[in-house]
T-cell receptor, first 113, second 115 residues
Framework: GNSVTQMEGPVTLSEEAFLTINCTYTATGYPSLFWYVQYPGEGLQLLLK?????DKGSNKGFEATYRKETTSFHLEKGSVQVSDSAVYFC????????????FGEGTQLTVNP | NAGVMQNPRHLVRRRGQEARLRCSPMKGHSHVYWYRQLPEEGLKFMVY????????ESGMPKERFSAEFPKEGPSILRIQQVVRGDSAAYFC?????????????FGDGTRLSIL
């Protein structure tokens, strides 16, 4: 079946540090890949997505590239801010209609001033 | 705000009672998904519905849980005879087309606590 594996957290960084959160997946065919962010007490917000191999999703300084050869979708940001502190979820969905999202376990990021 | 609306935000029930969680999708969306998030874990799929139809309920526990999305009104996730293990955050999401490459938009969730 489908699965998503994220690097274990929590991750603690200083402001302006470089961020990488690793995500690898297992799926047949050509899934779409997503990163969602969850702030305390809130629901998930879509951060970025990529729907085919070699696509790069980007938003708010975050980037992730769909690498089919390594089945990866690592999240990166060049300079994190305190306001980026949240839980980050990698997820996939299959290309067929009505596809559920399969999530990783989430990575807690804390950015200190 | 035309986002996904869930209510209540917090719900407390005693063991054996019923819990009803409501979800109104984004305007124009007719595809609704329910997910459960246990403490310190990721989200797990429960059920996918379109108006008046359950499309995929493979993630729903076989007993005590049911879901509906009537022609009029919000989607309802119903848990009968709740137990302590049902304590979790329940999230609803909606999408425009139900296609796998379309993002799902999430509500803020209902946090269910069982005493």
């Amino acid at each position: 079946g489908n699965s998503v594996t994220q690097m274990e957290g929590p991750v603690t960084l200083s402001e302006e540090a470089f961020l990488t959160i690793n995500c690898t997946y297992t799926a047949t065919g050509y899934p779409s890949l997503f990163w969602y962010v969850q702030y305390p007490g809130e629901g998930l917000q879509l951060l970025l997505k990529a729907t085919k191999a070699d696509d790069k999703g980007s938003n708010k300084g975050f980037e992730a590239t769909y690498r089919k050869e390594t089945t990866s979708f690592h999240l990166e940001k060049g300079s994190v801010q305190v306001s980026d502190s949240a839980v980050y979820f990698c997820a996939l969905s299959k290309e067929t209609s009505g596809s559920r999202l399969t999530f990783g376990e989430g990575t807690q990021l804390t950015v200190n001033p | 705000n035309a986002g996904v609306m869930q209510n209540p935000r917090h719900l407390v029930r005693r063991r054996g009672q019923e819990a009803r969680l409501r979800c109104s999708p984004m305007k124009g969306h007719s595809h609704v998904y329910w997910y459960r998030q246990l403490p310190e874990e990721g989200l797990k799929f429960m059920v996918y519905l379109q108006k008046e139809n359950i499309i995929d309920e493979s993630g729903m526990p076989k007993e005590r849980f049911s879901a509906e999305f009537p022609k009029e009104g919000p989607s309802i996730l119903r848990i009968q005879q709740v137990v302590r293990g049902d304590s979790a955050a329940y999230f609803c999401a909606s999408s425009l087309t139900g296609e796998g490459n379309q993002p799902q938009h999430f509500g803020d969730g209902t946090r269910l606590s069982i005493l």
